[in-house]
């Protein structure tokens, strides 16, 4: 079984991948390609369109972005929000009133947050210090976004289909050493980009 998040690609072709029991709603209609995490954890991977930003909002913050890919976690009961930006760049800034506000958002952001940083923010609260943006090495970048990675999943399978399902996901190809071998069962899960 290949275990993956769910994926969803947005009407303007953004792709959005969801973390379990994450949940979004979209509203495309207007100058704004707008969309709400109400929960969870959500990767963004956007569709570069200048003239309408791609915003997502959740509770008091708007992050924005144009051609980038970017992770948000609505975590702590609702009441903190990381970015994690994984191309590109994004801004985030206080939630304004209405969309047609948010297609020309403050010249200054709240935070700018590159590739490769990460920053925590609170929903509701007002934020009365610059907030911090962190810098994450290449080892913490990728544990923060290992949900994403598709893996395979087995119960009691016979080496030899293991293997064969773990070839289908992989430049470097297992062979069995004996032939015998391939009977035994083996249960467990492994990531599909690790192997």
């Known amino acids: 079984v290949v275990i993956r998040p769910a994926k969803q690609t947005l009407p303007d072709g953004s792709?959005?991948?969801?973390?379990?029991?994450?949940?979004?709603?979209?509203?495309?209609s207007g100058p704004v390609r707008a969309v709400s995490?109400?929960?969870?954890?959500?990767?963004?991977?956007?569709?570069?369109?200048?003239?309408?930003?791609?915003?997502?909002?959740?509770?008091?913050?708007?992050v924005q972005a144009v051609?980038?890919?970017?992770?948000?976690e609505l975590a702590d009961?609702?009441?903190?929000l990381t970015v994690l930006v994984t191309e590109g760049s994004v801004r985030v800034d206080s939630t304004?009133?209405?969309?047609a506000s948010l297609a020309a958002?403050?010249?200054?952001?709240?935070v700018s947050v590159d590739a490769g940083k990460s920053v925590v923010l609170p929903v509701a609260a007002p934020i009365v210090a610059h907030p911090m943006v962190r810098a994450l090495d290449e080892a913490e970048l990728q544990e923060?976004?290992?949900?994403?990675?598709?893996?395979?999943?087995?119960?009691a399978t016979r080496l030899r289909e293991v293997l064969t399902q773990m070839n289908q996901h992989n430049r470097?190809?297992?062979?069995l050493g004996e032939e015998g071998v391939g009977d035994l069962r083996v249960s467990g899960i492994l990531r599909a980009d690790k192997m």
Request: hydrophobic share 40%; no cysteine.
């Open 77 to 80: 009961r609702g009441e903190q």
């Open 172 to 175: 470097r190809q297992f062979v």
């Open 96 to 99: 304004a009133p209405s969309t």
């Open 15 to 28: 792709v959005v991948e969801l973390k379990d029991g994450a949940q979004i709603s979209t509203d495309f």
């Open 144 to 155: 923060q976004t290992a949900w994403r990675i598709p893996k395979l999943e087995f119960t």
């Open 37 to 62: 995490l109400m929960r969870g954890t959500a990767h963004f991977q956007v569709t570069k369109d200048p003239q309408r930003p791609f915003v997502v909002r959740a509770g008091g913050l708007a």
């Open 67 to 72: 051609g980038t890919a970017f992770t948000t």
């Open 105 to 110: 958002p403050p010249a200054e952001p709240l």
